[in-house]
């Protein structure tokens, strides 16, 4: 587990993210959008009002994201790489977080409501 290196990962709000870097979290984490082509399965990344990542270098481990019409907002995804989440999961699967073991979810809901609050008062 990586908890040791939690504190250091970049929170970005809509960070750049490539179709691959996003497939591959999916893939790594047993997401199930996995299960789909790269292309349908990434489209998120160009329909969303809202995307906050959390970036280890170039390797997304953390990512999260809304649909907002100005006044509401619809989270659609809040996930966490297995290895920030804890030892001894049951799912294993980075989109249900069973653990927050190294704060990392913490830290990215933070900057992801936060960015909702500011987008709602503007």
């Known amino acids: ?6 504190d250091t990962i970049d929170i970005k709000i809509n960070p750049a993210i490539s179709r691959e870097q996003l497939y591959t979290f999916y893939q790594n984490n ?13 489209c998120v990344l ?5 995307i906050v990542g959390a970036l280890e270098g170039d390797q997304l ?5 809304a649909l907002f019409d100005g006044r509401e907002a619809a989270v659609m995804e809040f996930c966490i790489a297995t290895e920030f989440q ?31 609050v500011r987008m709602g008062t503007n």
């Open 1 to 6: 587990m990586k908890t040791a290196h939690a």
């Open 30 to 42: 047993n997401i199930c959008e996995e299960g789909y082509d790269i292309e349908t399965a990434t």
């Open 46 to 50: 160009d329909h969303s009002s809202l």
């Open 61 to 65: 481990v953390g990512f999260a994201r």
């Open 86 to 116: 804890g030892e001894n999961l049951k799912k294993s699967n980075g989109s249900l977080l069973e653990k927050d073991d190294s704060g990392l979810g913490k830290r990215l809901g933070k900057v992801f409501l936060d960015e909702l």
